[in-house]
């Protein structure tokens, strides 16, 4: 059984840092492309930062970009993202899914962790 497990949200205040994880279990993390989703109240889930399965390529949303750094331990089975700069509209649940490639849909999503960023 496939098992993604986010933690590292929390409150944070504006400018500040926060790291999620994203711990993988069930499946062959380094045949993955992984991805961090968020979903803001009353908006659709958006894909904001991917890695490819051995970290050689990354993506970012124009929102994020320059603030966050998506990275992964494939000894570890762990994706994390690495979030500075943080501005109230970045607060969300962020989701960590996987897919078999950056480009094709998620195969499988954790339940989220809250981040909420306070001005």
């Known amino acids: 059984q496939v098992q993604l497990v986010e933690s590292g949200g929390g409150l944070v205040q504006v400018g500040g840092s926060l790291r999620l994880s994203c711990a993988a279990t069930?499946?062959?993390?380094?045949?993955?492309?992984m991805t961090w989703v968020r979903q803001a109240p009353g908006k659709e889930r958006d894909v904001i930062a991917a890695?490819?399965?051995?970290?050689?390529?990354?993506y970012y949303d124009a929102s994020v970009e320059g603030r966050f750094t998506i990275s992964r331990d494939n000894e570890k089975n762990t994706l994390y993202l690495q979030m500075n700069s943080l501005k109230p509209e970045d607060t969300a649940l962020y989701y960590c899914?996987?897919?078999?490639?950056?480009?094709?849909?998620?195969?499988?999503y954790g339940k989220g962790t809250l981040v909420t960023v306070s001005s």
């Open positions: 899914a996987a897919g078999k490639t950056m480009t094709t849909g998620m195969d499988y």
């Open positions: 069930g499946l062959t993390f380094n045949m993955y492309a």
């Open positions: 890695i490819s399965w051995n970290g050689g390529a990354t």
